[in-house]
């Protein structure tokens, strides 16, 4: 199991940029760099969406087709870190956005395929 914990949202101008941490916990540490990590996001009244993948050494990445572009996934497993920075931001693009992690080698856009989450971090964008 690992315990994430995320930070760097905020309240932000469309056009604007805002950079997402995901750290897991120390006891975390020995396994982080085996997981696969990924974002995902949630509106009011919407269904969680997939955002963004990342695999094991951070070689392979995956993103949605709404933020493929605008949206860099990356990872730091020395930092046990996984990092979404966020650039021409816009009003739809609010939400609470989440890491989660899995315990495979495999990416997945499924969230339910992802036992570990943290607690969001919230991204609002003004027009």
């Known amino acids: 199991q690992v315990q994430l914990v995320e930070s760097g949202g905020g309240l932000v101008q469309a056009g604007g940029s805002l950079r997402l941490s995901c750290t897991a916990s120390?006891?975390?540490?020995?396994?982080?760099?085996?997981?696969?990590l990924a974002w995902f996001r949630q509106a009011p009244g919407t269904e969680r969406e997939f955002v963004a993948g990342?695999?094991?050494?951070?070689?392979?990445?995956y993103y949605s087709d709404s933020v493929k572009g605008r949206f860099t996934i990356s990872r730091d497993n020395a930092r046990n870190t996984v990092y979404l920075q966020l650039s021409n931001l816009k009003p739809e693009d609010t939400a609470a956005y989440y890491c989660?992690?899995?315990?495979?080698?495999?990416?997945?856009?499924?969230?339910?395929?992802?036992?570990?989450w943290g607690q969001g971090t919230q991204v609002t964008v003004s027009s």
């Open positions: 989660a992690a899995r315990p495979t080698a495999v990416v997945s856009r499924e969230g339910a395929e992802y036992p570990d």
């Open positions: 990342i695999s094991w050494t951070g070689t392979n990445t």
């Open positions: 120390e006891r975390s540490r020995r396994t982080f760099n085996i997981h696969v």
